[in-house]
């Protein structure tokens, strides 16, 4: 839902303007009441110079990811600088804090999945090149672990970029990459229709060994789908990054429609494409699982890309999470060692970024800890069905509701009000479902 500008960060205490009325604003900024915030914007040393497109490199860079390569398996706003900024103001501190525990978990569940499916992406390479020596009925088997690891370590070094003011370069790369993989998926599938020659696949989708089969793997499908729209709790970051004049709520709005339109776009081709190329026989992983033999060098190029990809799209969630433990941090120890020696970490061919032994420890830690959990759950689409019907519902569609209602004034029982409570209603639907569907697959596969 859109939220519109409230207007400059200001301190405690300080007049905010909504819709045309000043309002009284107590402590937003407190660190201690904030569980997601950004960078502050009033620091001298951080001058916005976002724009559009650098918006819409973040947002195709956020969203476009895991869950665009599950679509085919699932086929067969705008105000303060941090969406918790936004639920305080709108719906107070107890809101805010429920908001912040989901949108943690969530986020941290995020560098999970995003690490299972770069592991997932590099096994692809490799499978890719066996059957093309092989043939395809070869058993081409490799394990995850160590490329589970191995993308940890790079996100250990990628994770000391300071914040989002930092990265431009890195979204633009990896928003560059998304749209590569994602068109060699479409035109792979295409041609693989035009081989058929027909479409597969049926209204009802891949038939069950039993009822109950078929409704776990239509809940986990459900699951996929949530979490291909992610991107609420990063909208009012990105935001923040950018440059006035114009005004940020209107370059935000320019960028969401622009990099929503490519997203529906790719989403759609993909999902559909996938499933009328294979059918049934759908992979869980459009780029990862079978058919494209003959182009195994191209299927290895679009799963390199999908690798790069994963490693700027972990940092826009990561980067949220960081800067709010190193806002609290500084804000309640701000003469520990932690912070007062800084470090060089030098890459070949960039510039060297400075970091703290806090800013090091933390985020080593805070990446560690989420490679060891995919270790554990290497699944590829379990654990995004998981992550995404988890949170779709109170953060992708409830909170956003109840703050748009609250900002917008909308009287209980008028239309407006009926249609986004039945909006709301259907998205707690489809998150049980989801919900229920990918931890019982989870389960099983565990165990199997």
Not at 268 to 280: L, N, P, Q
Request: net charge neutral.
């Amino acid at each position: 839902m859109p939220i519109k500008n409230l207007g400059t960060h200001v301190g405690p205490g300080k007049e905010r303007k909504m819709g045309g009325e000043a309002i009284e604003e107590e402590d937003v900024d407190d660190p201690k009441s904030s569980l997601i915030c950004s960078f502050d914007s009033s620091d001298d040393h951080l001058r916005r110079t976002g724009t559009k497109w650098t918006a819409v490199a973040h947002i195709v860079a956020g969203v476009i990811g895991a869950g665009v390569l599950s679509l085919a398996w699932s086929i067969a706003q705008l105000g303060n600088k941090s969406f918790m900024d936004a639920a305080k103001l709108y719906l107070g501190k107890k809101d805010q804090l429920i908001i912040g525990v989901m949108a943690q978990v969530g986020l941290y569940g995020g560098a999970v999945a995003y690490t299972v499916t770069a592991a997932s992406s590099v096994n692809a390479i490799l499978k890719a090149s066996c059957h093309h020596r092989e043939g395809p009925d070869a058993l081409c088997e490799y394990g995850d672990s160590f490329y589970i690891l191995l993308f940890g370590f790079i996100q250990i070094l990628v994770s000391q970029i300071p914040d989002f003011h930092s990265m431009r370069w890195l979204s633009v790369s990896a928003a560059v990459m998304s749209f590569s993989y994602s068109f060699i998926g479409i035109g792979l599938g295409l041609e693989k229709v035009i081989e058929n020659g027909t479409i597969k696949g049926s209204m009802t989708g891949v038939p069950g060994s039993d009822l109950s089969s078929k409704l776990w793997a239509a809940f986990t499908a459900l699951g996929d789908i949530a979490f291909s729209y992610p991107f609420s709790l990063i909208l009012l970051e990105i935001e923040d990054t950018l440059k006035s004049p114009p005004p940020e709520n209107k370059t935000m709005k320019a960028a969401s429609v622009t990099a929503v339109s490519i997203t529906t776009f790719f989403y759609i081709c993909c999902g559909c494409v996938g499933y009328a190329a294979f059918g049934d026989d759908t992979p869980g992983n459009l780029l990862a699982g079978i058919g494209f033999y003959e182009h195994y060098w191209l299927v290895g190029f679009a799963n390199a890309c999908i690798v790069f990809h994963l490693v700027g799209g972990y940092q826009i969630y990561a980067q949220a999470v960081f800067a709010t433990a190193e806002r609290l941090f500084t804000e309640k120890y701000p003469n520990s060692r932690l912070l007062e020696k800084s470090y060089s970490v030098h890459f070949p061919w960039l510039s060297a970024l400075r970091t703290n032994l806090f800013r090091l420890s933390f985020r080593t830690t805070y990446v560690a800890s989420a490679t060891a959990i995919a270790i554990y759950f290497p699944y590829f689409n379990s654990v995004i069905g998981v992550l995404g019907a988890v949170n779709f519902w109170p953060l992708v569609v409830y909170f956003p509701v109840e703050m748009y209602c609250v900002q917008r004034r909308i009287e209980a029982w008028s239309r407006e009000w009926i249609l986004l409570r039945a909006f709301s209603i259907t998205g707690l639907i489809i998150s049980v479902m989801g919900t229920i569907g990918s931890i019982e697959e989870l389960i099983s596969a565990k165990l199997s």
